[in-house]
């Protein structure tokens, strides 16, 4: 069983900068895709960025030029470095793991709070 962990979330001003992290415990059996989604409330969660196993990577509009994924291999960890936040970008955000035989795995969320 693959069980994705995400930390770094937390409260920060607009245009600050925050890290978040998602490290998988369990083995991973073939190529996946590591992302990051984020819900608002009274939203539908929506996809922020992912990377595949061979670095390619997808952003939303939204956080185009903003926010960069990237991840370690060997660590079993995806990255989301988020800068220039805005009150939008407000959210619960989530890791999913998608592998090819295993099935999506999701993460519990981290709350990220950006304050105007």
């Known amino acids: 069983q693959v069980q994705p962990v995400e930390s770094g979330g937390g409260l920060v001003q607009a245009g600050g900068s925050l890290t978040l992290s998602c490290a998988a415990s369990g083995r991973i059996l073939s190529s996946n895709v590591m992302g990051w989604y984020r819900q608002a409330p009274g939203t539908a969660r929506e996809l922020v960025a992912v990377?595949?196993?061979?670095?390619?990577?997808n952003y939303a509009d939204s956080v185009q030029g903003r926010f960069t994924i990237s991840r370690d291999n060997a660590k079993k960890t995806v990255y989301l470095q988020m800068n220039s936040l805005k009150p939008e970008d407000t959210a619960v955000y989530y890791c999913k793991i998608e592998t090819f035989y295993q099935g999506n795995f999701w993460g519990q969320g981290t709350q990220v709070t950006v304050s105007s």
């Open positions: 990377i595949s196993s061979g670095g390619s990577t």
